[in-house]
């Protein structure tokens, strides 16, 4: 495959397929993500993005799933993401899901119908990031909307049949608003009802607003422990049934997995466990996005 750029992929689609099929992030002003800020968002031409899925094809055996890369692959044209979506299933008649990142703002801008038709013609799953549900914090951390906003458009991707994956990060409130960042990202999460969260754990990555507001001491990261302990909190007011929780990242400093709410007591155990000292915790130079 030809990659422009650096190329994130959901955990869960490690063993996929992908192909980019837009440029870069739509929003790109996230104060702590530097993902794509190694080029500017732009539609990847159609003819390149059939060239890579016919080499696909003639290399790989079997293609059972597929991601659509980079970071909003939903701001496509919906005339666009029909076509690739049928040449992905008549390339790889096999394909069991096809998958992409979308934005609130994108998820906003296609109505109803294009969701409904992009479903019907094969795409699964979207994955959103919410980060948070609190809207001090997403001020602050410029990312573009409320969490009003956010909630709607996974409201409406659900209610338009596609499966939803969000994710927050835990410790994006910093010392002063942790309490807040975590019940209202449980409220978030709890009205929107996704298929999936995963929930990550802050990472400071160089370069960024984020790192310069903790040079200069305007934000102050939470211990290891004080994430716990936001989690905990989380998990104590989120009501979100039948939604697989993963905090399996490799940001995060305790892996927990289970399903809500049926596991919220073990996964409050294993939060109580650490807490004790009776699991240990994830060394900081292991931790990466």
Known sequence: MRYKGKVYRPPSEAYSLIVQVTYGCSHNRCAFC????????????????????????????????????????LMRKTADL???????????????????????T????????DLRLLR?????????????????????????????????????????????????????????????HAVDTARAVSEMKPDYLGLLTLM?????????????????????????????LFLQHVDSEGTVFRANHASNYLTLKGTLNGDRDALLGQIAAALEGRRDLKPEFLRAL
Request: aromatic share 8%.
């Open 34 to 73: 530097d993902m794509y800020d190694d080029k500017h968002f732009a539609m990847r031409p159609m003819d390149e993005i059939r060239e890579d899925f016919e080499l696909a094809r003639r290399v790989y055996r079997r293609v059972e799933r597929v991601f659509l890369a980079d970071g909003d692959a």
């Open 120 to 180: 019907s013609k094969g795409l699964q799953m979207v994955y959103m990031g919410l980060e948070s549900g609190c809207d001090a914090v997403l001020e602050k951390m410029q990312k573009g909307h409320t969490a009003a906003d956010i909630v709607a458009a996974g409201q409406k991707a659900r209610r338009c049949g596609l499966a939803l994956s969000v994710t927050a990060i835990s410790g994006l409130g910093s010392v002063e608003h942790w309490r807040e």
């Open 204 to 232: 400071v990555e160089p370069g960024t607003p984020l790192e310069k507001w903790v040079r200069e001491g305007s934000f102050t990261l939470l211990s290891p422990l004080e994430v716990l302990k936001e989690t905990e």
């Open 82 to 104: 029909v076509e690739i979506l049928g040449l992905v299933y008549g390339l790889f008649p096999e394909c069991e899901r096809v998958t992409c990142y979308a934005s609130p």
């Open 106 to 113: 994108s998820l906003q801008i296609k109505s109803e119908d």
